[in-house]
């Protein structure tokens, strides 16, 4: 059983198979019948396969449905995937791409009740209640993190302080004079506040007990650090704009993967190349179709998130299953001399060897042709001080764990204190010149 007392709105975490099942289908043929009237893409998409809303009759239908991607955001911008018309729409939020132009996605009045319903579930599977005083470093703005962790809190009944990330000291202060017990941001911008807290004298006059943190992956190796050094627990959560912000999954208090909340999001894992899905407990891509939205509906939309199903009952006795953090995207998959990487091996690797050092960045140039990965770690002030014999072993050591994780060869630079920029939001993790600087 939980460890937790259960919040209300919690109720749904718990249905049985059947009344979840049932929900789930209800909503689903809803959402095919919306998107079909309302939206041109999916309309023409189901026509040229011959689909109409009524061939929608179970669950497993779904798969016949035509995907949904980033770039059809992009490609309708801004608001031609809306199904609701713009007086209807009281919110709006978008998420920065990598190239171009943003993707816009809306809310109506429900669809914000819903968001602060999923995330009021999410902050209390993690032990969160009205007693809580919660420091929200989440970005505010047009990133769904900031506002989409506010309204949740606020709908449990805690006490929300709308900090915002960045301006550190001012985070300290707060932390401290405002007796905060719980903190949700970016698990790389609370590493950061850590390595501030460490410097003022560390964490003893604290009452934080509980981070939230999420938008960006993390290890458990990461969690592991973090739990200790700042003796609180940690717990993961998720979510994507398209789909509507943080409170798609979160873990609860057994910390063993993330709980969707399948009533108002269906998911599938399908093969990345081929599009199948894939049985519970194969490991794919999360796509993912929003049951109740109703302002950006997003039918079996791509997440690039590569995850799986754990269809396991979980000890805390909620019934929506799990699935594994997640740890890559299919698309930030590195390709290095034709070895496939992903930044979160080379964190692990990081942690296991020095465990104080969780600064990091990963450059990648081509010299003569040839790929070339530089893992630049950043050096407690101690060991700056320390023997360069004591320096120059530490630096052998990760190659050797990198190199045992990745099997490529590496070359680790231990580089000053403070000498990697610092994120408030998400980490960039990867410098990658081999573009710019490629030589013939
Ligand atoms: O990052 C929403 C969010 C805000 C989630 C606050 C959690 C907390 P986007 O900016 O659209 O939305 O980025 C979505 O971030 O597809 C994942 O690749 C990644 N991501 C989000 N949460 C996690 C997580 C927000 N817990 C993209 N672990 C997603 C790993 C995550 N990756």
Redesign the pocket.
Known sequence: MSAYPIHPDSYADFLTHDELRRIQLHRLQEVVRVSYERVPLTRQRMQERGLKPEHIRTLGDAALLPFMQKTDLRDTYPYGLFARPMHEVVRLHA?SGTTGKPIVVGYTRDDLRVWSSVMTRTLSAAGLNERDVVQNA?GYGL???GL??HYGAEALGATVIPISGGNTERQLLVMQDFGVTAI?S?PSYFLHLIEAIEAVGGFRDLKLRTG???????TEAMRAYIQEHAKIKAY???????II????ATECCCQAG?HVFEDHFLMEIVDPDTGRVLPDGEEGELVLTTLSKQATPMIRFR???ITAIDPAPCACGRTIRRVR???H?SD?MLIIRGVNVFPSQIEAALLKVGKELPHYQIVLARQAGLDQMEVQVEMTEALFRDKVSAVEQLQRKMVQAIEHVVGLRVNVRLVEPQSIARSQG?AKRVLDQRKEGAKP
């Open positions: 998420s989440f990133f769904t993190g989409g962790a949700c970016t939230i943190f999420g938008a960006e992956p993390w993961d959560i998720y979510g994507l704009t398209e912000g943080p409170g798609v993330l997440t690039h998130d953090r997640v740890t995207r930030d998400k």
